[in-house]
């Protein structure tokens, strides 16, 4: 079974250790199992409860950013559902390459 690793008590999100499809182990604070809601590739992030629209994302202990929308245990948490606190075009990158869609390169 694929790992997953919440890092502080106060993270809502873990990072997976290796894709999986099904379910992960939970290490760091609190561990057991956490069932996915779909596919979820290496080094992306997992939520581990129902965050609701608007509420913060949190990793390290420190809020990374808000959900876009609700997001449900077991979803993947990525461009597609959360707002960067850090980069206010956040919601402009492509969510497969992480890729700003408002810059022209021409």
Do not use: C, Q
């Not at 950013?65 to 959360?82: E, F």
């Not at 707002?83 to 810059?103: H, I, L, N, P, Y």
Request: glycine share 14%; charged share 20%; net charge negative.
């Amino acid at each position: 079974m694929t790992t997953a690793f919440r890092i502080h008590a106060a993270d809502n999100v873990a990072t997976l250790l290796g894709d999986a499809e099904d379910s992960v182990e939970l290490r760091g604070e609190g561990g057991g199992t956490l069932a996915l809601r779909e596919p979820i590739a290496l080094g992306h992030k997992v939520a581990l409860v129902d965050i609701g629209s608007g509420a913060p994302v949190v990793k390290f202990g420190i809020t990374i950013g808000t959900a876009s929308g609700p997001i449900r245990a077991g979803d993947w948490v990525h461009l597609h559902n959360i707002e960067s606190s850090f980069d206010e075009r956040s919601g402009s990158f492509d969510v497969v390459t992480g890729v700003a869609k408002d810059t022209s390169y021409d």
